[in-house]
């Protein structure tokens, strides 16, 4: 069945199915579009992506460290905030390139070998006190034909997962160094305590010091007059030493004339021996008894003399030699005498008894004599190693004592600046303990629990609530919808004609003629409006309010679009349709990122698809209006351009002819 429709380009009638199609073709459009790119999130197990674990564990304080093989765990594993997750596959280099080359994997995650190490350099600078960190790095690889978006999927998995590790090292690190807080503002204390404690310390020290110098003075009066004591006795045991030797050399002189004696006197015995002989055998001669005794008193003359001699070593037996001699020549003087006594019985005995005496008279004086020796011997040594030594030992004591005068008074000077120099450290040190339990205070303190949730927030400190889980933000379905309808309207005069062929010939007026061209494309227009909202919300799920403002938008647009695109056709004929094709170009180039160029943006505002665009995100009067001013607008064009048709020259209609 056909309809009183006039074709483009043809002299064929436009049939109902025609019509069907123009009106079908946004909507045909739209759904395949919104079809493929709405929540693709929900489809990623579509897409194979291969993971090649290259990385070396790292050993940190006696544990091992996979934090590539915990990386490959975790995008293997996924989100619980996503539906779905890619389909993984643990590779190698060359299965990896194989896959991308024939297409099995539409993406490639190689994380290096040194991942583990770099990811972990902070956490160990910051144990170590220094060294160099490093950022650990994984490469997205996907194939050279991949598909537009494939990249930003497997990129932002990627990005997502390596954020979710980092994440997880910085809290693991700020943790670790809010607990060091706590430890450090810990020893800070003790060390204000130990400050405190020393400053204390140290102010008694100085007080014991201030009360050295006044000790110290006394010890060196002390120590002084002790050396001048010492030398005093070290004179005056010189001097002992001296007379000791003295008497040692006269102890000698005795001991040898006592042992020279007792030798004399026991050479004697033997006269003695003949002279109690004579006494007794002449006994009755007086003569020969006073002759004999005056030769005994010659001899005890001589050992006198012996014995006496100047110096006198011994005056004991210097006496008894000088008193035998005296009676010897009393025996002599008075032999005739004797004689009569000594045949007395008594006398005869005690004069056998005179060589016994005399004998034990020269032991005597050899005994005496040998311990004289010995007693000179004994001085000697005495004065020599006991006095001598004593006298050494108190001249070292004198110059000791006179070296520990001297180190004393030093000591008093030093002890008085040790005094000061310990009452500024017990200054200094008090300032050192009131400035360390300051910082000690100052220092934040945690509990695990606290480090733990506050390590959380400072390596996430922001996060949103948006509930995006698709790459295409919530303009892309409006977008789309504006896009089509302005496709659909295109496609509309790509059918049918802006006006009547015979509008050179037709009586009506130049503005029945364009509405009459316009009612059906308005027509198709609004329904192609109609049915796209329909596939929109079975999609999209609007709720009623919103979804009444976006189908009356969408309506709108599609008559609105049918009178632009009307208006470009009427105008330029042919190159109408490809200004509207570069149109709905440009309507999409500056619908999907707001990072073209100003220029492009600003011709992208002034098109007729802008204020459709606007109205479909979320209606409002201003798009409505803008709308309509364009529908008016294009009326106007489209009649001006059909006036102007109807005005020709005489050789046109003769060609037409």
């Known amino acids: ?46 897409m194979t992506a291969a993971i090649v674990n290259l990385d070396e564990p790292v050993t940190i304080d006696g544990q091992m460290t996979p934090l590539g093989r915990q990386l490959a765990s975790g995008l293997v594993e996924g989100s619980d905030d996503l539906d779905s997750n890619l389909t993984w596959v643990i590779s190698n280099k060359d299965d990896a390139a194989d896959g991308l080359a024939d297409g099995s ?202 014995a006496c001699a100047t110096p006198v070593t011994d005056q004991a037996q210097c006496d008894l030699l000088t008193s035998l001699r005296d009676d010897a020549g009393a025996v002599a003087a008075n032999a005739g005498t004797a004689s009569g006594i000594l045949n007395d019985p008594k006398v005869a005995g005690g004069v056998g008894a005179l060589p016994g005496t005399f004998t034990t008279l020269a032991s005597s004086m050899t005994q005496a004599g040998a311990g004289a020796t010995q007693l000179a011997g004994g001085l000697t040594q005495l004065a020599d190693q006991g006095i001598g030594a004593s006298a050494t030992g108190a001249r070292g004591l004198a110059s000791g004592a006179t070296q520990l005068s001297e ?7 030093g002890t008085t600046e040790l005094a000061t120099g310990l009452d500024t450290l017990a200054t200094g040190t008090g300032d050192l303990a009131g400035g360390l339990r300051t910082a000690s205070d100052s220092l934040p303190s945690f509990s695990d629990s606290d480090s733990k949730s506050l390590a959380t927030v400072i390596a996430d400190p922001v996060s949103s609530n948006s509930s995006m889980n698709t790459i295409f933000g919530p303009t892309a379905i409006p977008l789309l919808a504006a896009v089509v309808l302005w496709f659909g309207g295109l496609a509309t005069f790509v059918v049918m004609r802006a006006h009547t062929a015979r509008t050179l010939t037709s009586r009506r007026s130049s503005a029945t003629l364009t509405l009459r061209a316009f009612a059906p494309a308005a027509l198709i227009g609004a329904g192609q409006g109609l049915l796209v909202s329909l596939i929109v919300q079975i999609v999209a799920s609007y709720d009623a309010g919103t979804w009444w403002a976006f189908a009356g938008t969408a309506v709108l647009a599609g008559v609105v679009f049918a009178a632009v695109n009307q208006a470009l056709v009427a105008l330029f004929g042919g190159v109408g349709r490809w200004i509207s094709a570069l149109i709905g170009v440009l309507a999409v180039a500056t619908g999907l990122i707001s990072t073209v160029p100003d220029w492009l943006a600003g011709i992208g505002a002034a098109l007729p698809t802008a204020p459709a665009f606007a109205g479909l995100i979320a209606g409002s009067g201003s798009a409505v209006a803008a709308l309509v001013v364009w529908g008016v607008l294009s009326l106007v064009a489209t009649t001006l351009a059909v006036t102007m048709r109807r005005t020709t020259s005489a050789k046109a209609v003769l060609a037409t002819a």
Request: charged content about 15%.
């Open 105 to 306: 994997y539409q993406a490639v995650i190689t994380i290096p070998e040194d991942f583990s190490a770099a990811a972990t350099s902070a956490g160990q600078a910051i144990s170590d006190g220094g060294g160099k960190a490093e950022k650990a790095t994984i490469t997205v690889t996907t194939p050279d034909d991949g598909l537009v978006a494939d990249d930003l999927i497997t990129g932002q998995i990627a990005d997502v997962a390596a954020s979710t590790m980092g994440t997880m090292l910085t809290e693991a690190t700020t943790e670790n160094i809010l607990v060091g807080f706590t430890t450090i503002g810990d020893q800070i204390g003790d060390a204000a305590d130990g400050a405190l404690k020393l400053a204390n310390g140290a102010r008694d020290a100085a007080t014991g010091a201030a009360a050295i110098p006044d000790g110290a003075t006394k010890l060196a009066s002390g120590a002084g007059q002790l050396g001048t004591g010492a030398s005093s006795l070290a004179t005056g045991l010189d001097t002992i030493a001296g007379k000791t030797r003295e008497a040692a050399d006269g102890a000698a002189q005795i001991g040898s004339g006592l042992i020279a004696g007792g030798t004399k006197l026991q050479g004697s015995v033997a006269d003695v021996q003949k002279l109690v002989g004579g006494i007794q055998g002449a006994s009755a001669s007086a003569k020969s008894a006073a002759s004999g005794s005056a030769a005994l008193a010659q001899k005890l003359a001589g050992l006198a003399a012996t």
């Open 1 to 46: 069945m056909t309809l009183p429709i006039e074709r483009a380009r043809s002299r064929k009638p436009i049939t109902w199915l025609t019509i069907l199609g123009v009106l079908l073709l946004p909507a045909a459009v739209g759904g395949i579009l919104v079809a493929a790119l709405q929540n693709p999130t929900e489809r990623l197990d579509s």
């Open 407 to 413: 180190g004393a008074t030093a000591l008093a000077d």
